[in-house]
């Protein structure tokens, strides 16, 4: 997937100009990245904020066009305001189709509901991990990972190891580590209810009846 947004090169800088930036509309922002100089943009607030509002605009390879000249970018960091819903500034870093980047994406768990340790054993998914880094070339990066939850029981949990990854793309744990991404958990309750219940049968059965109570002389 491949989002794009407008942005303009801006001269002014500090926070004055910055401030009068955005009482027009405009977000300021920066790109930055490869052999070229920084280069400070700002960018229509309403255009930023509905991208803000896709999943994908995080961990995609972005278009930027500046002035008409289109650069790849990756966006790195995004400053809000602490109670309205006003973006401040924006970072993106310019990528090289050449070289792999590394980047975090998104987790999507599927099938959770006809997993043999849901459906039959009534546990509950426990989701370890959200999102994974990844190493990849520009083109290679997905929007997110597909995890595939219909064959997990309960007790068992499913690994970085198990994820399947499109081509291209690796994900980057430390040495020797193979993160648990999924886990089913057993609702101890029903277990305990379910083992108590032929336990409660078999001691009523065993138990012989009480004697009747000798009746009052008179």
Do not use: W
């Amino acid at each position: 997937m491949q989002l794009e947004f407008n942005a303009n090169k801006r001269d002014g800088q500090g926070t004055g100009a910055s401030r009068r930036l955005r009482r027009t509309g405009r977000v300021p922002a920066i790109i930055y990245g490869n052999t070229e100089k920084p280069q400070s943009i700002d960018i229509d607030h309403n255009e930023l904020f509905q991208l803000l509002r896709k999943e994908a605009f995080y961990s995609s390879v972005l278009i930027a066009n500046i002035d008409g000249v289109k650069e790849t970018c990756l966006l790195r960091d995004v400053q809000r305001h602490p109670y309205r819903q006003v973006i401040l500034h924006a970072d993106f870093q310019r990528v090289d189709a050449t070289h792999k980047l590394h980047q975090k994406v998104p987790l999507h768990f599927i099938n959770a509901d006809i997993a043999p340790g849901v459906k039959l054993g009534g546990g509950i998914i426990q989701h370890v991990l959200t999102d994974v880094e990844v190493r990849c070339l520009p083109k290679d990066l997905p929007a997110f990972i597909e995890v595939d939850l219909k064959d997990l029981v309960a007790g068992h949990s499913l690994h970085v190891s198990q994820l399947s990854l499109p081509a291209g793309v690796e994900v980057i744990v430390h040495k020797g580590e193979d993160p648990v991404v999924a886990t089913i958990l057993t609702v101890r309750g029903k277990d305990e209810d379910a083992d108590a219940a032929p336990e409660a049968d078999s001691a009523a059965t065993a138990a012989p009846a009480a004697a009747p109570a000798p009746a009052a002389k008179k």
